[in-house]
C-alpha cells in the first residue's frame, strides 16, 4: 500500500482511479444487463449472479476508498468513515427509516393513495370486524404461543440438563428452526390431513388415524371454528421451541452448581429446585426470550398463509396487511395495520434502547 | 460435565426418568418430519389410500380371496355366510366370522361378491420409488396414479428451478450484508465520526422494527426502478432488513477486538481499509459465521419478502412450495417431495455450522 499519511492527489493517481471507475461501471451495468436478459442456462445464470453480487459490492468498497483516500489529509478523515459507514446507513435510510414515514404518510390517505382521509384507515383498524377477528386471534398467539413455546422450552432444557443424551434431545427438537414456515406447513397439513367421509377411506392423516384409533371421529381440522387456531399455534411451538430451549439451557448452566448441591444437601427434592433455585435465576433470559416470540407472533403471517390463506376464523393482522395491500390493492389501510404493528413492538423498541444506553458499550 | 450424574440412587432414577420423558418429546417432534420424509418415497397410489406408517411392518386385513353368492340365497332376509348370520347392511361394513377372518359384501346386492380379509403381518415389501421427487424437479407435464389406479396429469412446479433461484438469492444477500454491516460495524467501533452515536441508536431502534412498515414503499421504489422479479432486488430488499442486526452482531465483536493489534497496524502505516481487509476481517470469522448462518437460514426459508419482490419471476422454494399447496392440495407425493426439497440445504448448513448458529442466537438476543 502507498504512502498513508499525505495526500497524493498527482495526475497519474487520478487516472488510474478514472479508470478503475470506467471499469466498475462497466463490469456493475454489463451485469446488470447480462442478468435481466441472459435466459439460456439457469445454472449458468446461478453462478453469475453470485459472483456479480458479491464481488460488485466488494468492488464498490475498492472503488469509494480508493478516491478517499486521494484527498488531502482533513477531508480524508471525515470521507473515510463516510465509506466505511455511509452505505449501511443509506440502505437502512432507505429501506427502513424513510419507508416508516412514507408508510405513516400512507396510511393517512384513501387506498389510491391521493385523497386525505386523515384517521380513516385507523377507524377501520380499530373497529372492522375483520380486524377485531384478527387481532383477538393474534391475541391467541401471543398468549398461548408463548406460553406454550417458553414452557415446553424451559422443561426440556431442565430434563436435558438431567439425562446423559442432552445434545441428542437438544439437537432432534432444535431441527425445526431450519425448516421454513412454509415446510413446517406442509409437514403439519399432512398431520391434519382429511379424506372425509365414505366407505372403506382409511385417514392418512396421523392426527385422524389416531383419533378414530381411540374410537372418534375423523374431522377436517383446519375447518373447526376454535380448534383450527390452536393448531396452527401447534405450529409455531414445533417450531420455536428449539430457540427457547437454547438460550434457556445456556442460562441453566451458568447458575453456579454449588447452589444447587446446598439445597439438595438442605433436601430440597427436584420440584423445589425448579421453582425456588432454577425459575428466579434466569428470570431475565425468560423475559428475553418470551419477548422475542411474543413480537414473532405479533408478526405472524407465512403459517396462516400457508395453512388457511386467513380463512375460516383464523385471520391475523400480518395476513391482513397483505390481503389489504395485495387483494383488495388499499394501500392506505394496508399502511395503517402496518403502523398498528410498529406502534405494538414500541415498547420492545424503548426498552432495548435503556438496556443499550445502561449498558455503556459505546464509548 | 453431567453433575447430575455423579450422583447417589435417587439421582440415576432423575436421569432415568428425564431421559424418559424427553423420548416421548423428541418423538412427538421428529414424527410429523419423519412422516413427509417417508411418504415422499412412497408410490402416488399407496399414499392416497393408506397412511405412511403402514410402511412399517404391522398386523392388518389383507385380503386374501373373494367368493360369489349363489343366487338362491335371499338378500332381503338375513344372510348366512360361514355359519354367521347377518343383515345385508351389515355385511356390507364386514363381519369378522373368526378372529382372523373378516367378509365383507362388494358394491351393491347385484354383484353378489364377497370378499375376504385375514389378519396377517404386511408391510415387508415397502414399495419406494424416486419418482415423486423427479416430478416434484421437473417443470413440464407429468403423470401419476390417484388411490383408484386412474392417470392423472399435471403441470410441473419446476422445483429445479425453484432450488436454483433460491441459490441465487440465498448466497449474495447472506454475504452483502455481511460485508457491508463489517465495514459499518468497524466505523462505528473504531472511527470518530459526526453522527455515530445517533446513528448507532438508530440501528439498535430499528432491530425490531416490523417488516411489514417497508414493504409497500419499498415495492414502490422497485416498481419505478423496474427491479421487481429480479435477484437485485431481493439482494436489496433481505441486505436493508438484515442490517440492524447484523451491524449490531458484528460491532459487539469488533468493539471487543484488543486496541494494541489496531494501533501496531497504524504505527505500520496500513491504512484502515487494509487493516480492515488484512486483520479485522480474519480475526472476527467467528462472528461473520454466526450471523451467516443465520441470515442465510432466514433469507433461504424467507416467503413475505420472496412473495412481494419476486411474484411468479425467479421464484424460490419457498414460493414454489406455498404455490404447490395452493395448486394440487391433495397431491402429497408432490407436497412431500417438494417440502423436502426445499429443506434439504438449510438442514444441512444448520446441522454441519450449528455450533456458530447457537453462538449467533445466544449474542443476538438483547439481554442485560
Known amino acids: ?160 440438563d438431567r439425562s446423559p443424551w442432552e445434545n441428542a434431545f437438544k439437537a432432534l427438537v432444535f431441527m425445526p428452526m431450519a425448516i421454513s414456515f412454509v415446510g413446517a406447513g406442509v409437514i403439519w397439513k399432512f398431520m391434519y390431513a382429511y379424506k372425509g367421509e365414505g366407505t372403506n377411506v382409511s385417514e392418512i392423516g396421523l392426527l385422524n388415524a389416531v383419533v378414530t384409533l381411540f374410537g372418534g371421529e375423523s374431522q377436517a381440522w383446519l375447518l373447526l371454528p376454535g380448534w383450527n387456531n390452536f393448531l396452527l399455534i401447534v405450529i409455531m411451538v414445533w417450531l420455536q421451541t428449539g430457540y427457547a430451549m437454547v438460550i434457556l439451557s445456556a442460562a441453566i448452566k451458568g447458575i453456579p452448581s454449588e447452589l444447587m448441591e446446598a439445597s439438595r444437601v438442605d433436601g430440597a427434592n427436584e420440584f423445589q429446585i425448579f421453582f425456588k433455585i432454577i425459575i428466579p435465576s434466569i428470570a431475565g433470559s425468560i423475559v428475553t426470550v418470551a419477548t422475542t416470540i411474543m413480537i414473532f407472533s405479533l408478526k405472524l403471517f407465512d403459517i396462516v398463509r400457508v395453512m388457511t390463506g386467513g380463512n375460516y376464523g383464523t385471520n391475523v393482522i400480518a395476513n391482513e396487511f397483505y390481503i389489504e395491500q395485495f387483494t383488495y390493492g388499499n394501500t392506505g389501510r394496508a399502511s395503517a395495520i402496518a403502523i398498528v404493528l410498529l406502534i405494538a413492538v414500541v415498547p420492545v423498541l424503548i426498552y432495548n434502547l435503556k438496556q443499550f444506553s445502561e449498558r455503556r458499550a459505546f464509548k | 460435565m453431567k453433575r447430575n450424574l455423579t450422583g447417589g440412587g435417587s439421582r440415576s432414577s432423575v436421569a432415568i426418568l428425564s431421559t424418559l420423558v424427553l423420548s416421548l418429546i423428541a418423538a412427538a417432534w421428529v414424527i410429523p418430519t419423519f412422516g413427509v420424509l417417508v411418504t415422499s418415497f412412497r408410490d402416488s397410489k399407496d399414499i392416497f389410500s393408506t397412511g405412511w406408517w403402514t410402511v412399517f411392518p404391522h398386523k392388518a386385513w389383507a385380503k386374501t380371496g373373494e367368493f360369489v353368492v ?106 452483502i450484508p455481511i460485508l457491508i454491516a463489517a465495514f459499518a460495524a468497524y466505523a462505528f467501533a473504531w472511527m470518530e465520526f459526526p453522527g455515530r452515536k445517533f446513528s448507532f441508536v438508530i440501528v439498535i431502534a430499528l432491530m425490531v422494527v416490523p417488516l411489514q412498515i417497508a414493504l409497500i414503499p419499498v415495492l414502490q421504489d422497485f416498481t419505478k426502478l423496474g427491479l421487481n422479479g429480479s435477484y437485485l432486488a431481493m439482494w436489496l430488499a433481505h441486505t436493508g ?17 484488543p486496541r494494541d493489534i489496531l494501533e501496531s497496524a497504524y504505527l505500520d502505516g496500513a491504512t484502515p481499509f487494509k487493516t480492515f481487509v488484512m486483520l479485522i ?88
Not at chain 2, 421437473?138 to 403423470?143: A, K, P, Q
Not at chain 2, 432488513?241 to 477486538?257: D, E, H, R, W
Not at chain 2, 399447496?325 to 438442514?347: C, N, R, Y
Open chain 2, 281 to 368: 476481517l480474519p480475526l472476527s470469522v467467528p462472528a461473520l459465521a454466526s450471523f451467516a448462518i443465520f441470515q442465510f437460514l432466514w433469507v433461504w426459508n424467507d416467503y413475505l419478502v420472496a412473495l412481494i419482490f419476486l411474484g411468479d419471476r425467479n421464484r424460490v422454494v419457498t414460493s414454489a412450495l406455498a404455490a404447490m399447496v395452493g395448486e394440487k392440495g391433495q397431491d402429497w407425493h408432490l407436497l412431500t417431495s417438494g417440502a423436502f426439497l426445499s429443506m434439504i440445504l438449510p438442514l444441512t448448513v444448520f446441522f454441519a455450522l450449528q455450533r456458530f448458529f447457537v453462538r449467533g442466537l445466544m449474542a443476538g438476543s438483547v439481554k442485560g
Open chain 1, 1 to 160: 500500500m502507498k504512502n498513508s499519511v499525505s495526500a497524493s492527489i498527482t495526475p497519474v493517481a487520478v487516472l488510474k482511479l478514472l479508470i478503475l471507475l470506467a471499469a466498475t461501471i462497466a463490469a456493475l451495468w454489463g451485469g446488470f444487463l447480462f442478468l435481466r436478459d441472459y435466459r439460456e442456462s439457469k445454472l449458468l445464470l446461478t453462478a453469475f449472479a453470485i459472483v456479480w453480487g458479491v464481488g460488485s459490492t466488494a468492488l464498490l468498497y475498492f472503488v469509494l476508498n480508493s478516491s478517499a483516500e486521494l484527498l488531502p489529509s482533513k477531508a480524508r478523515s471525515l470521507a473515510l468513515p463516510l465509506v466505511f459507514a455511509g452505505p449501511a446507513l443509506f440502505l437502512l435510510l432507505w429501506f427502513l427509516v424513510t419507508p416508516t414515514l412514507r408508510s405513516l404518510y400512507l396510511s393517512f390517505f384513501d387506498e389510491t393513495g391521493t385523497k386525505f382521509v386523515f384517521l380513516a384507515n385507523y377507524a377501520f383498524a380499530f373497529t372492522d370486524p375483520v380486524m377485531w377477528e384478527a387481532f383477538s386471534n393474534n391475541l391467541l398467539w401471543l398468549v398461548f404461543g408463548t406460553a406454550s413455546t417458553v414452557a415446553l422450552g424451559l422443561v426440556i432444557a431442565v430434563l436435558a
Open chain 2, 70 to 175: 349363489p343366487s338362491e340365497v335371499d338378500l332381503d332376509a338375513p344372510i348366512v355366510l360361514e355359519g354367521k348370520t347377518a343383515e345385508f347392511a351389515e355385511w356390507r361394513s364386514g363381519v369378522q366370522v373368526t378372529e382372523s377372518r373378516k367378509l365383507q359384501w362388494f358394491g351393491n346386492k347385484r354383484t353378489r361378491r364377497v370378499d375376504v380379509f385375514e389378519r396377517k403381518w404386511v408391510g415387508f415389501g415397502m414399495n419406494l420409488t424416486l419418482a415423486n421427487y423427479k416430478n416434484t424437479l421437473s417443470g413440464s407435464e407429468i403423470t401419476f396414479k390417484d388411490a383408484n389406479g386412474a392417470t392423472i396429469s399435471r403441470q410441473g412446479n419446476n422445483f429445479a428451478d425453484a432450488v436454483l433461484n433460491s441459490i441465487a438469492v440465498a448466497v449474495p444477500a447472506t454475504l
Open chain 2, 241 to 257: 432488513f438484515g442490517l440492524p442486526l447484523a451491524v449490531y452482531l458484528l460491532f459487539n465483536y469488533i468493539s471487543q477486538l
